[in-house]
């Protein structure tokens, strides 16, 4: 995946309508069977959408709950490596993980998708200490995720207690000039493909909307935030870019950057995603 393309999905927007159905295959919203063979799962339903809830075998050792927002631009269900990732956090926290499946563009917009992740975060983690509130997310995930730490707050109500990003897509106009110069060298992102998927999320609405591209937004008095991401990764730039205006207004954050790694490898069985790992942990424990 370092030296060449492995997914033409997000090339362009033609591609991407040819191959929607099957990235939105219903199966894949449900845990796949390796999945049952070693966790404790839970089903459960939230706007008639599946949501599930994974604990180790015997039942949590911490009170910790984990609400993992799945990536894919708003447009794929998520894959095996947020299922075994969600796995790997649970024998590594002793935590609770919550995937709730949230509908998809272009059937469903940010009117649908964003109401479904808050209602999710006030269904699993809203009744736990706001210290033992965790939200992770990828991709466009990590965009939901952000979004919904400045909406609790400008509502006065708690936020996660810390917020992991990996990979996230902020800013959907994909606009950085960096994006494009990194693009020749993704193996895994288009822009063209992106900026299609962010026009079905926004659905006519602005994409420098705050609510649509959390980048610019407001990142005062959020829970301590962590991003990771890859120096082969066209999202690098909003990576940075949030780095930034965190730090102008005294934000805590943390950025990782990864020499050489592409799109969301922290997910996938590498020497490279095991030391990042490791950087997670550390993060989520302190």
Known sequence: MRRRR????????????????????????????????????????????????????????????????????????????????????????????????YPLAPAADHRDIWPFAQHAYEKFLAGHRPEDRIVLGDSCGGGLALALAQRLRDRGEPVPSRIGLFSPWLDLAVGDPLSARIAPDDPVLGIDGLRQAGRWYAAGAELDDPEISPVDADLRGLGRIAAFVGTRD?????????QRDAEQVGQEIELHEYPGMYHNWIMHPLQEARVARGHLLDFLCR
């Open 6 to 101: 492995t997914s033409a999905f997000y090339d362009d927007p033609a591609t991407m309508r040819a191959l929607l159905a099957a990235h939105q295959d219903p199966t894949y919203t449900r845990p796949p069977s390796w999945i049952r063979a070693t966790t404790r799962v839970r089903h459960s339903r939230l706007d008639g959408r599946d949501c599930w809830t994974l604990q180790p075998p015997r039942g949590p050792h911490t009170d910790l709950h984990v609400l993992h927002l799945h990536g894919g631009g708003f447009v794929e269900q998520p894959g095996a490596h947020h299922w075994n990732f969600a796995r790997w956090l649970i024998a590594r926290l002793g935590a609770t993980v919550t995937l709730p499946m």
């Open 234 to 242: 066209l999202l690098l730039a909003d990576a940075r870019r949030l």
